[in-house]
């Protein structure tokens, strides 16, 4: 599935530029759409009036995902397993909406998002020169860090305050470029619709990240504000029709990260480090899980959510390293480098960017030494805690000197997210907390004086049990207090949970300065070879993905695979045919809805379908629009040949999955009895 | 579940001995029996009958477990899990003996284990001198340990030839000792009985190393000679009677490992190196083949022996690990070690004995350099390649200096293993060869040459797909060839996975050369220890387990938990209770067997007892036996609370868990059926 995986990203940073696009490459900048590729591939030019009904149309969950405006009355379209977050938190020991699926029969019953915030991105402004500006050519390292995290504060405060907007700076093209976009943030999103898991997720890890597929990966939310469904001018409409084959579609959605621009070195430290290293994390977190849930039913369903994501992730990152393991993958790579490389040592004047060259290199071995080496325990009353204590830090400094996510312009999302009302469980917390501690100890060494601390004499699981016992900050009003205390009440706290952060806070600055200086190198290195690479190129190209929202385009196409030719869309009728195939296996058992509706359903509808656009995690939930600007289809997935599109796209067998529109319209009507819903889709 | 773990012991050197003793703690050697302990706790004289009928009775299982004899004419009982390896190996798609259970209706119905070797041991003889001898004073390490492989393929062989016995070369206390033991082998194995997973494994992973349990976890199997059944002298006579509360009981088994006389550096590279790398490494493991069986229920069986194994072991692993992370076991074993190394500092004489916790110290820091360099794939035909070309050179080497298992004492198990008629799945194969070229490139880094060579260019998973098409070895009769072939079959070979052997047997060698170089150091180190020890202590200790037959006793005795007593025995009312207690989980569903036998069952039954034996993996299968020497229980497990017991055993929580004789006669009787055989036990 392709959602933002909370996991790995946190020390990747994210940003390059390609140097030769192959086939439908791309994930193009709204305000630098790849005009001439598609005039000249397919003879399309977007009229402006489409790219903006486009770009307002599509919004950005801040869990991780896409989605879009499907209707004049707020819905919005997304896929499930990017709701699931929030179906997991609305869901309790006797209303299992992620089991069951949901549909509100009238707008008092849609359920409000404990914690959801969607962005529609309004505007774009260029702001390069602004932030260079005022990072002074000779700052050391240090001190370029704290004046770009300054100036960026500045403009961000600047212009929210200004607009009103949610204001952020996107630092683009490994640093050479620095665009704010100005969001309207809707934080009001309710539940309308959600399939059973066995529907969207028909097929589990199995057939996750697998062609061909059936899911209705889909979910159908509402924005409000002021307490009534949002009156919206820019959605999309919807067509009537399935895909066909060669058809020109595009996606408009949030791709998270790539790294084609990494240096040969880079990749290598993701091949033989970083990637080891997340993948036996991920492991880790999912045999805990697992074990959690053995529990019984009760406790399946409180781990499951963090369970999916986590096996999610596990199976995108084994395919990922999988494909850089591949010696033909570096070997291409390499090639692409000594033609650049040739370029630049053939000019004297470029000699700054040979040597970023080997900053990159020698940033990479110093990220090696710190690998492992974190103090944020994965548990979110840990997690509480240390954002209780930082903030009450941070906001003793000006505005210019705090951590990013302390700055007035994160406020609102900050205060969201430590009130948020999703339910903490306890017996997890332990489990989770207990395992994030033994993981500490193995990292540092049991002999680490601060493990001692951090332990204060006891086992892990021991020492976990007390800090859970002794915390209140599953209690909402408990943080509220600390939210709106002061640095002292902090101080003199004596929830064992804060205590543990307090004693864990010199250790994480530490380190995250230290991996803040390295992602600035980093980003003055790829600055440098950026600007070569801009000149060779000449023509627009498109940075690596920022969680940002970009428009990608290809064809609906099929692909051959072990010889035979895997068909560019399956149907209903295959969806059963699919399960008949592998009965008995708990997995593939369609709901009973499905079989209720049988009868009625027209089998032959589309159901999900394939194309070559250039999507990656972050991008699930995008709508699929055809040259009408139509919504055609949601992006849910990639196949697993599309794995390594990271750090390469390919276009032979690669291709995104997705849920077809027309699929979902048969579904809402024969099979959730939504006729009413369906109706008011698209207009 | 207390079998010894096939993963993880590689390159653990097993040796030691114990300073003191606590209450029942010792696994002591049948030549030198804790007779002043047994009589001051308990009063008891074990006659010399009474201890040669229970050694006589004991069998070792080769694959990684215990047994006895039980009825003159070859009964053997041992653990479903013990049995399971040779059950999955008779089980295909339509015959699952591992759901289903088996029962022969007759002996022509037995089901011949396609390799199993069990070991009854006969005689001990002390061979230090000899050894000793042969190991010049002043040799290098290099040296030393090619003179002690030496002479210790020649004492074997010597006694083999003399006796026709099956002789082992013994390392004890840590190398202080060698003593040579004899045993009368089993090869011709035969299943009678078994029951059904759900019965045996009743609780599945969740209940694994939990306390109180129901778990019917035993097989029957029968020895044969010469095509019948063996008629046998020894063999263990049953109690009618449950054990009752306080009553002494006696473990005769083959406790695999443990690390009790371990210096605490020792412990600490297993805290922090050693054992998070086995727990990573079971962790992949384990979702590996999770994901294997995701394929369909033939997939899942597939992979569910090994998989069973690898969440035994990581479950096992995780509890060992945790116990060394609590700072209170590592200060309670520094305290030991000051007082120890006080004795030593102060006697001048005894300076060599200083230099070898230094010594240990610093093979300690060699280890933590070696870690994760292996070229072992783990896979079948990989290992089936490796083990014919080594044996194809070794053969050319004259036999005291081949490595351990090619000496010509050791011919007839390679042979058996390696013709063994157990089914290779190509399917599995690939599978896991890929994920341990992934992980051979993980370790070495993708740049390394023999990585490149061993990929040859390709992916791991398509490289391990070539390789594994490109191998005949699954085949016997092509494996046969190679065995009676020369160096230069080998070396001609075109088969793909012998090529493959051929290119990592020199990398092998080189490790494996260092390996043993640390072992031989650690062992001369451990051997001046115990030097200290032996004299500090006066009586008789025992060393550290060595996968040798060992006698335990303790008491039947229940203990407290979260101020609750935990009841020293369950019965069959319990199972069925604990059942209704887990409904829907479907690890918790008894077998249908059990609900037609419900009525029939005497509820009040013995089916799981706790005593305060000291035991360890490997140990899984042995019998518990009363003063009188008769057969009370089957060890299976150790609680939670034992999981230290690698490296200290405490009696306060701590339980070795076993099957009740009474609850396996009344479940073969009641709900198998199986009178006539419940008739012969014993008997």
Redesign the interface.
């Known amino acids: 599935m392709r959602t933002l995986s909370s996991f790995a990203l946190v020390t990747i940073v994210v940003f390059a530029l390609v140097c030769e696009t192959y086939g439908d490459e791309g994930m193009y900048l709204f305000n630098d759409l790849p005009k001439s590729q598609l005039k000249s591939r397919y003879g399309f030019e977007p009229s402006e009036a489409w790219a903006d009904n486009l770009r307002l149309s599509s919004v950005r969950f801040n869990s991780g995902g896409s989605g879009s405006f499907i209707s004049s009355d707020g819905l919005v379209l997304t896929n499930h397993h990017v709701a699931s977050d929030t179906l997991h938190k609305l869901s309790t020991e006797d209303r299992n909406l992620i089991d069951q699926g949901y549909l509100a029969a009238t707008t008092a019953d849609e359920l409000k998002a404990p914690d959801l915030e969607l962005n529609q991105l309004v505007s774009i402004e260029d702001v390069t020169d602004r932030v260079e500006a005022a990072v002074a050519k000779d700052a050391s390292v240090a001190d370029a860090t704290k004046q770009r995290r300054a100036v960026i504060a500045e403009i961000e405060k600047e212009s929210q305050d200004k607009t009103g907007f949610r204001s952020d700076v996107v630092t683009l093209f490994g640093g050479a470029k620095y665009h704010l976009y100005r969001y309207k943030k809707y934080t009001d999103v309710r539940l309308v619709w959600a399939p059973e898991t066995a529907a969207a997720f028909f097929g ?3 057939d996750n990240f697998e062609y061909p597929r059936y899911c209705l990966d889909a979910t159908i939310m509402r924005v409000y504000e002021d307490g009534k469904p949002a009156k919206l001018k820019n959605f999309l409409r919807w067509s009537d029709k399935g895909v066909s084959e060669g058809e020109l579609v595009f996606v408009s959605g949030n791709p998270g990260r790539t790294q084609r621009i990494f240096t040969v070195d880079a990749l ?1 430290y993701l ?2 480090t970083r990637m ?1 290293y997340v ?2 994390y991920l ?2 977190k ?2 805990t899980l697992q ?1 959690f849930g ?4 009760e406790a399946t369903r409180r781990a499951r959510d963090e369970l999916f994501g986590v096996q999610n992730g ?1 199976k995108a990152y084994t395919g990922m ?8 993958t ?1 070997a291409t790579k390499q090639q692409r480098e000594e033609k650049l490389l040739a370029v630049i040592k053939a000019d004297p004047a470029l000699a700054d960017a040979a040597k970023a060259f080997d900053e990159i290199t020698s940033v990479q071995s110093e990220k090696k030494d710190l690998i492992g080496q974190t103090v944020s325990l994965r548990s979110r009353l840990f997690d509480l805690a240390l954002t209780s204590v930082l903030r009450a830090a941070e906001d003793e400094k000006p505005n210019g000197q705090r951590l990013r996510e302390f700055t007035e312009t994160g406020r609102e999302s900050l205060v969201q997210d430590l009130l948020s009302e999703a339910p903490v469980y306890r017996d997890l917390e332990r489990v989770k907390l207990a395992d994030e501690l ?1 993981r500490l ?2 990292h540092r ?3 680490d004086q601060l493990v ?1 601390e951090v ?1 204060a ?6 020492r976990a049990a007390e800090l859970i016992d002794g915390t209140k900050l599953d209690d909402i009003s408990v943080r509220k207090r600390y939210l709106e205390g002061s640095l002292d009440d902090i101080q003199k706290s004596d929830d064992a949970m804060i205590g543990l952060a307090r004693l864990l806070e010199p250790e994480y600055r530490r380190l995250r300065t230290i991996n803040e200086e390295l992602d600035e190198r980093e980003r003055q290195a790829y600055a440098k070879v950026t600007e070569v690479v801009s000149r060779m190129q000449g023509d627009s190209g498109y940075p690596d993905a920022t969680f940002t929202l970009r428009l990608a385009f290809g064809q609906v196409k099929s692909y051959q695979q072990d010889g035979k030719t895997v068909s560019f869309a399956t149907n209903f009728g295959g969806a059963f045919e699919h399960e008949a195939k ?1 009965a ?2 708990t ?1 593939f058992d369609l709901p009973k809805s499905y079989a209720a509706a049988k009868e009625a359903l027209d089998l032959s509808t589309q159901m999900n379908f394939v194309c070559t656009a250039d999507i990656i995690g972050g991008n699930s939930g995008s709508p699929v629009v055809n040259r009408s600007g139509e919504l055609v289809g949601l992006i849910f997935d990639g196949n697993i040949q599309s794995l390594t599109s990271d750090y390469l796209y390919t276009d032979q067998q690669a291709r995104a999955v997705s849920v077809s529109g027309v699929g979902i319209l048969e579904a809402l009507r024969k099979i959730y009895g939504a006729e009413s819903l369906a109706d008011s889709i698209g207009k």
């Open positions: 589990g890890d199995a290598k091949r033989d080891p993948l036996d492991r880790r999912e045999v074990q053995l529990a019984g039913a596990r390293l999988a494909g850089l393991q591949d010696p033909k570096i033994a100890v193995e060494g049991g002999d001692a332990l004499g006891k086992g892990p699981r021991e592998h008995g296996q997995d």
